[in-house]
């Protein structure tokens, strides 16, 4: 039991009475996510999924560009709201009877949130202006619900009360800031030009919050539950596997191609998980908690990346289905490039949390031009389905040669960083 001006969690685990929210014990043992933590992450299900689809349908109909634009958006606001809640429930999280009303208001902003991404997409393609209003509505609703949750740890926590205040302020002025946007009618292209300050400030707030008396969240505790929302985005890569398995089947019975796209788009899915996990990242972060900010930020271009991972499997069940208006090579980009972009920033992560070995370094670039070649090939001709297999096994490949080699590198790099925290 934590004490002093720890939080003091209730002494009788099956009532949730009123406690002190006085900050958690950044080193407390066999931390883990709770129940409502993962009641939380489902809702982000529902905002991956709709951006997915959105982003396939746009791709589809080579509108790529305003389509990757609107999904940057929507990806940016979905994976900061969750961002926002992870780093606060890591150091305060009470669950009191309080804290779990909060949450499950902030819960209903995400869901919001997820109803707004959709009229975001169409605006943005149609070029007139950017509907985002549903989305901000649904900010809105987060956003006091985590003003409330500052306020209070500012209250019950003296210690950190200047810190806790700064956040409730940062994140209540850049808040009005997103609804003065709203209310300017402008152009696509004027309406992110004003955004853009926006974007910054979103970002800077928690560095010049904790500039002095930084918050205790929990390293440990942080990695799993980055860990838990790579799962959920992974999730929409399994839909799209079998989405794309079920258009080849439905247009040409059980053939070879469907037996390649469905072995090929549950082991592309399969391999990311995989790869994901090959980075240590609680012990890492755990001897390194001043790399907070760019193991945080870090992630969400590897998020992003594994969400347009499962548009771009929707996007070959839409060209399988004839149902798409660009070419095979396309097709099979849309799936290859995101997982370029998920091996880079995830290797990227690597190198800034461990130091960037040989091995690491090779198997990146196995990836990166394997996957390459999977868009070339398609441009001359190869299917769908068999380019979706040489990418599944580029894959494989890189985490058969990290098996053989690359842990030993891992292993020196924690003992090094381990043996410097003392």
């Not at 429930?89 to 309080?98: E, F, G, K, P």
């Not at 208001?105 to 949130?113: E, F, H, K, N, P």
């Amino acid at each position: 039991m934590v004490t002093g001006n720890l939080c003091a969690m209730s002494s009788n685990p099956l009532r949730h009475a009123l406690s002190r929210m006085g900050g958690r014990d950044p080193h407390e043992k066999h931390r883990t996510a709770t129940p409502l933590e993962l009641f939380f992450d489902l809702t982000f299900v529902i905002a991956f999924g709709v951006a997915g689809n959105q982003f396939a349908h746009a791709v589809a109909e080579a509108h790529f560009w305003p389509g990757l634009l609107a999904f940057s958006f929507a990806m940016f606001a979905v994976i900061w709201a969750w961002i926002n809640f992870t780093w606060f429930a890591s150091a305060y999280d009470t669950d009191d009877w309080v804290f779990r009303v909060v949450t499950m208001l902030q819960m209903v902003g995400v869901l919001i949130l997820a109803m707004g991404v959709e009229p975001v997409f169409h605006s943005i393609i149609e070029g007139k202006h950017v509907d985002n209003f549903t989305m901000v509505l649904g900010y809105i609703v987060m956003r006091v619900a985590l003003i409330f949750q500052w306020l209070r740890a500012a209250r019950q926590d003296p210690e950190r009360r200047e810190t806790c205040l700064r956040y409730a302020k940062y994140v209540a002025i850049v808040q009005v800031g997103w609804v003065v946007v709203l209310l300017v009618d402008a152009s696509v292209l004027n309406t992110f030009l004003m955004a853009a300050p926006l974007f910054v400030m979103e970002m800077a707030a928690p560095y010049f919050a904790e500039r002095n008396i930084r918050t205790p969240w929990h390293a440990h505790h942080i990695a799993e539950r980055y860990g838990l929302l790579a799962i959920i985005a992974l999730g929409e890569c399994l839909i799209g596997a079998i989405e794309t398995l079920r258009a080849i089947v439905a247009t040409h019975q059980w053939s070879m191609d469907a037996a390649l796209v469905g072995l090929s788009g549950t082991g592309l899915a399969f391999a990311m998980w995989w790869i994901y996990f090959i980075l240590p990242s609680g012990p890492a972060l755990h001897v390194q908690r001043h790399r907070s900010w760019v193991f945080g930020y870090g992630h969400m271009p590897i998020f992003a990346a594994i969400a347009a991972t499962g548009a771009g499997l929707h996007v070959a069940a839409y060209y399988i289905d004839h149902e798409a208006h660009i070419p095979a090579a396309a097709a099979v980009a849309s799936i290859a490039i995101p997982i370029i972009v998920f091996k880079v920033s995830l290797s990227s992560l690597y190198g800034i949390m461990l130091g960037m070995d040989r091995e690491h370094f090779w198997s990146t670039a196995l990836v990166v031009l394997g996957l390459a070649s999977s868009i070339a090939l398609a441009a001359a001709g190869a299917s769908v389905p068999a380019c979706m297999l040489a990418m599944m096994l580029v894959l494989g490949l890189s985490i058969a040669y990290d098996e053989r080699r690359g842990h030993k590198g891992r292993a020196a790099a924690l003992r090094r960083l381990e043996t410097a925290a003392g």
